[in-house]
């Protein structure tokens, strides 16, 4: 079980504490289930797999499907024709064909794991509140200066917004170690991919109402 209530500080752009925020930690979830989260997790990077690999078989390479030699009388061992896959050239037994990974968990328990993923990033104090984040422009200059005054530098970064914003996209799109998503495209694998959640005040209020959520396909990435 975790703690009903937490106060989270909130820093402005210079990495100042400027407020402190409460968190009513029921309304993501009551507590963190580890297999749910290993489950959502290996379904998402599943469907990932490309899945196009491709092997021929001893049908399929070139070459004579005589036998090389007689059974008996030669002294040597016993053998087929040269496509056989003990020989250099030959096809592969058990030849790897194309197929499609992907599987869907349930939608509920999809979305209930994007919630309880928010909930591990709290409890382990790995969660960042942003008074406000806006630029004048897209500067990748201006998010460094961002991320090393709020101790991030380094650190795998992942900023949640409320909406689409393309100025921040922008200005983290060339950092290693930084993303961007919209709060309703928030799921459970993007959330632990990365070390550190930074949100805005705006994105935590849209997050405790608890409706954020997009329409939980898989493929889009949305839980």
């Known amino acids: 079980?975790?703690?009903?209530?937490?106060?989270?500080?909130?820093?402005?752009?210079?990495?100042?504490?400027?407020?402190?925020?409460?968190?009513?930690?029921?309304?993501?979830?009551?507590?963190?289930?580890?297999?749910?989260?290993?489950?959502?997790v290996v379904m998402y990077e599943a469907n990932q797999r490309v899945g196009t690999v491709r092997t021929r078989s001893r049908a399929e390479v070139a070459g004579s499907g005589k036998k090389m030699y007689r059974q008996k009388g030669t002294g040597n061992a016993r053998a087929g024709s040269r496509r056989s896959n003990i020989r250099r050239g030959g096809g592969m037994a058990f030849a790897k064909r194309p197929k499609d990974w992907t599987y869907r968990l349930p939608k509920k328990a999809v979305r209930r794991a994007t919630r309880m993923a928010i909930l591990s990033k709290i409890v382990?104090?790995?969660?960042?509140?942003?008074?406000?984040?806006?630029?004048?422009?897209?500067?990748?200059?201006?998010?460094?200066?961002?991320?090393?005054?709020?101790?991030?530098?380094?650190?795998?970064?992942?900023?949640?917004?409320?909406?689409?914003?393309?100025?921040?996209?922008?200005?983290?799109?060339?950092?290693?170690?930084?993303?961007?998503m919209r709060a309703s495209d928030l799921n459970a694998y993007a959330i632990l991919k990365q070390k550190q959640l930074v949100l805005t005040r705006e994105t935590l209020d849209l997050l405790k109402l608890g409706n954020w959520q997009g329409s939980g396909t898989v493929d889009q990435g949305e839980a």
């Open 1 to 40: 079980m975790v703690k009903k209530t937490v106060e989270l500080p909130v820093f402005n752009r210079q990495g100042q504490e400027v407020d402190k925020c409460q968190v009513e930690l029921d309304v993501f979830a009551t507590r963190v289930n580890r297999q749910l989260l290993h489950d959502v």
């Open 124 to 180: 382990d104090d790995e969660i960042t509140v942003l008074d406000e984040l806006s630029f004048s422009g897209p500067k990748t200059s201006e998010m460094v200066a961002l991320l090393g005054a709020l101790g991030l530098s380094g650190k795998k970064v992942l900023l949640a917004t409320a909406g689409h914003d393309p100025v921040i996209w922008k200005s983290a799109r060339n950092l290693e170690n930084a993303c961007t």
